[in-house]
Each structure stands twice: as structure tokens, then as C-alpha cells.
């Protein structure tokens, strides 16, 4: 199954405190950015990245686009305030005779996506429109509501990830749907479950973390050398 995808990579990585976007960070020699873009080039069901980032430092990716990949199936986008937003500028730079295929959002922040995954992913998509990654919650999680606690059971919960895979025009629909209803959603998959639209899970792994804070970077270079090893 033949795929694009739009990885988001226009935040400023706050939480991170690098004092830069957390996509320039090195990991092992290379940016995040370019870890998690070489997952896209080496699967060969996927056709195009649209690669969304700040306006502010286009001619920075440019260069390292330039100096680590060496190929050209890379389109840059200029992304929005929020990942919402930089999902729909991403939306919008397909190209027509593109959308007929399916269309997967990426955190740029996430670079251990495996090919297993994404293809099972795409599949998924094929089949019902809309599909995610996630993994069974592990925690034991509690609602607490004033002084009253209470234990939610988890056999129903799974913790979201990204890629998420779509029909296009699904998933433009949803993000039009949404910016008219001011609904702000923390992923693209809660924009077409509003719509009341079925989707699938695809059980993921828990490796497929995001780089959100520091103590993320220490572990995502243990993962990278134990991969190396193989
Ligand atoms: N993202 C984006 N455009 C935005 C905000 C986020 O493209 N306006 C991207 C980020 O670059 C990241 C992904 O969405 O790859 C997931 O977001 P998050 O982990 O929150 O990254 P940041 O927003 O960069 O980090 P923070 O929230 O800590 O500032
Ligand atoms: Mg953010």
C-alpha cells in the first residue's frame, strides 16, 4: 500500500528547554529530525514526506536536509501556531493527483516508528478510512474528582500515538469540520472520531515514545545504540 506522509516538525519543543526547536537536537550525530524522516525514506511503500516547519527556520532546515538525506522526495510547509494548524497547512500541500492516496500524520518527535508498524498502518487505513498507533495503557489510572478517588478501569484505554492514517479526504473534512466548530484536538485521529467516523487501533510498541522532555533524550540514545547493535 502506497503512502505519503506530512511529519510535523514546526513546534519550539518548550519542554524540552534546549533552548532551540527540540527537531535540531542530536541524537547520536544526527537531528531528531533526520532520524525520524530516514524511517520514511527507507520504506519503500512510502511515496512523499511533507516535511511542516516553522517559517522561521526554513533556510536552517534547508541545509540540513541538504547535508544528511540526499534525495528529493522532501517538501517543505510552512506550519501554524498550533499542531492542529501545522496539520492542515500540511493537509493543504498535497497535491490533487496525491490525495487518492493514504495520507499519515507524524510527530516529527518521534523517531522509532518501525516499518512493521507503518505498513500494518497503512493497511489498516486501506480498509477503514481512519487508524492509529497506540499501545494498552500500563499505568493504573485515577479520576479524582474533589476529595473523591476512584480507580477507571484500563482494559479499554490505550495511550495514542502517531503516524495516524487516512482516507485525504476524510481527514480534510475533519480538520475543516473542526476549525469551524473551534475544536482544538490534541491529535488528528480526535478530529474524525467527533464526526462519528469508525477507526481502527493498530497495536503498536511502546519504544514509539515522543521526545517531549530532557530525561527522553538519554533514553532514546539507549534505544538508538541497542538498534545499532542489530
Ligand atoms: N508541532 C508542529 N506545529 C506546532 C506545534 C507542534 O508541527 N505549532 C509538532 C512538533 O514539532 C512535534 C509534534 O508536533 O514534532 C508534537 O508536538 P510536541 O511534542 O508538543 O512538540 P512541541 O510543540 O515542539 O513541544 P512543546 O509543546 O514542549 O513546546
Ligand atoms: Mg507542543
Known amino acids: 500500500v502506497e503512502y505519503n506522509v506530512i511529519?510535523?516538525?514546526?513546534?519550539?519543543?518548550?519542554?524540552?528547554?534546549?533552548?532551540?526547536?527540540k527537531?535540531?537536537?542530536?541524537?547520536?550525530d544526527e537531528p531528531l529530525i533526520i532520524h525520524t524522516l530516514k524511517r520514511f525514506i527507507q520504506d519503500s511503500?512510502?511515496?512523499h514526506i511533507y516535511l511542516v516547519i516553522n517559517p522561521t527556520e526554513h533556510q536552517q532546515m534547508q541545509q540540513l536536509l541538504a547535508n544528511y538525506l540526499w534525495n528529493n522526495q522532501v517538501t517543505l510547509v510552512e506550519g501554524g501556531k498550533e499542531r492542529q494548524e501545522s496539520g492542515y497547512k500540511g493537509l493543504l500541500a498535497v497535491k490533487s493527483e496525491e490525495q487518492e492516496r493514504i495520507i499519515m500524520i507524524h510527530d516529527g518527535a518521534r523517531p522509532f516508528v518501525n516499518e512493521e508498524h507503518l505498513h500494518a498502518l497503512?493497511?489498516?487505513?486501506?480498509?477503514?478510512?481512519?487508524?492509529l498507533l497506540a499501545?494498552?495503557?500500563?499505568?493504573?489510572?485515577?479520576?479524582?474528582?474533589g476529595d473523591n478517588v476512584e480507580t477507571v478501569d484500563r482494559s479499554t484505554l490505550w495511550a495514542a500515538q502517531t503516524?495516524?492514517?487516512f482516507q485525504y479526504d476524510l481527514i480534510k473534512k475533519a480538520h475543516e469540520n473542526a476549525i469551524s466548530a473551534n475544536f482544538l484536538g490534541t491529535d488528528d485521529v480526535?478530529?474524525?472520531?467527533?464526526?462519528?467516523?469508525?477507526?481502527?487501533i493498530v497495536e503498536g510498541t511502546y519504544h514509539n515514545v515522543k521526545l517531549?522532555?530532557?530525561?527522553?533524550?538519554?533514553?532514546a540514545e539507549m534505544i538508538l545504540n541497542r538498534q545499532e547493535e542489530k
Open 163 to 165: 503516524p495516524q492514517a
Open 7 to 21: 511529519v510535523l516538525a514546526a513546534g519550539q519543543g518548550k519542554r524540552m528547554n534546549a533552548g532551540k526547536n
Open 135 to 145: 499501545v494498552p495503557v500500563t499505568d493504573t489510572i485515577k479520576r479524582k474528582n
Open 190 to 200: 480526535s478530529l474524525v472520531e467527533v464526526l462519528n467516523e469508525p477507526v481502527e
Open 45 to 47: 511503500w512510502c511515496q
Open 23 to 28: 527537531q535540531f537536537i542530536e541524537l547520536l
Open 122 to 131: 497503512a493497511q489498516a487505513a486501506t480498509q477503514k478510512k481512519a487508524a
Open 212 to 219: 517531549t522532555t530532557p530525561e527522553d533524550i538519554m533514553r
